[in-house]
């Protein structure tokens, strides 16, 4: 292990990743001396079912600025980012993919601007790579959602960033448990700007989303990071006492007219579009219950279960600080 301090820490969050660690190591590598930048890499293994750990072990035998933390079992790849974040102890850190699909070029590009001032470094997609209709329609929908929240275009954000260390110490001091990771950097303000990268295709392993995860990841983002659709309810609420005094004066005047009709279709249709959005707004206030009881819970983040190339942490988020 170096004792020398880096000056730019890469966090990698790796799920299953056994064929992708090596290759992205020696490849962070070459560059990175070659631009001579003092780095570290930062390997979160996320619960792998593979031999990602066995790899990192590898990649960290062969270059000594790796560094890996194993995660007692899969927590999810915004825990695995905030441990990399906790652990690492750059003066700026830089997240990205373990599966090559954000360019290194574009890291160095980042590290430059960084140098040049900038405090939070976005990479934003210039174009998405290749995905599904479904998948682009879905995340359309997200995104449009998402934007209106946070009031920034979301839609071309991705988790490569690089931060400055004043902005890693703003994020990993929040309390909070479940964060929206590639929102919250922005939230944290500070002299940020954009930098445009291409996808990579995907050449080795495969990606780990599946369309119930997506669905779960995206609704879990919208109820950490904001409580529009709380208000979206009460929007709802008033739309439907408006529609209901319409609808009250409409029955009066048939009544008091003497032209009551048996008018079943309409009771019909009412109770069923009250019933849904009666249903439906229980489900959104439900969803903010249960993030509040996750909150209040206060249950660790994640669970280490084995580092590599830094001092033996304890057993919790809390000691690997
Ligand atoms: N990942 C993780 N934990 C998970 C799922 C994914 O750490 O539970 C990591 C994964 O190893 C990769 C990154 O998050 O480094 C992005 O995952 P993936 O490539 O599957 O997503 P996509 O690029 O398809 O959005
Ligand atoms: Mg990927």
Redesign the pocket.
């Known amino acids: 292990m170096s004792t020398e301090k880096e000056s730019l820490s890469v966090v990698?969050?790796?799920?299953?990743?056994a064929a992708?660690v090596r290759p992205m190591a020696q490849a962070l590598r070459q560059t990175l001396e070659r631009e001579k930048i003092r780095a570290a890499v930062y390997f979160?293994d996320?619960?792998s079912s593979d031999g990602t750990w066995a790899e990192i072990g590898a990649a960290a035998a062969e270059w000594d600025m790796v560094r890996g933390i194993r995660f007692s079992r899969?927590?999810?790849?915004e825990a695995?980012i905030f441990a990399g974040l906790q652990t690492a102890a750059g003066d700026c850190c830089a997240v990205m993919?373990?599966?090559m699909?954000h360019p290194i070029e574009t890291l160095v590009e980042m590290y430059r601007l960084w140098e040049s001032g900038y405090e939070v470094i976005e990479g934003v997609k210039e174009d998405r790579g290749r995905e599904s209709v479904f998948h682009k329609g879905m995340s359309a929908l997200f995104y449009r959602l998402m934007s209106a929240a946070v009031k920034m275009d979301m839609r071309q954000t991705s988790?490569f960033k690089l931060l400055d260390r004043k902005a890693v110490d703003a994020l990993v001091s929040l309390p909070e448990r479940s964060t929206f990771f590639r929102a919250l950097s922005g939230w944290v303000g500070y002299k940020s700007c954009t930098v445009g990268y291409r996808?990579q295709e995907?050449v080795r392993?495969?990606?780990?989303?599946t369309t119930w995860s997506l669905i779960k990841y995206a609704l879990n983002s919208i109820v950490s990071f904001t409580t529009k659709p709380l208000h979206l309810v009460t929007a709802m609420g008033v739309l439907f006492l408006i529609l209901s005094v319409v609808q009250g004066i409409e029955c009066l005047v048939t009544y008091i007219t003497h032209r009551a009709v048996e008018g079943f279709t309409t009771v019909i249709l009412i109770q069923l579009i009250t019933g849904s959005i009666v249903m439906l707004s229980l489900g959104i206030i439900g969803g903010y219950i249960a993030k509040i009881y996750e909150e209040v819970k206060g249950r660790h983040r994640f669970i280490v279960a084995q580092t590599i190339g830094m001092p033996i942490r304890g057993e919790r988020d809390d000691d690997a600080l």
């Open positions: 990698i969050p790796a799920y299953n990743e992708n979160v996320d619960g899969n927590f999810g790849k695995a993919d373990g599966d699909q988790d996808v995907r392993g495969e990606s780990k989303w």
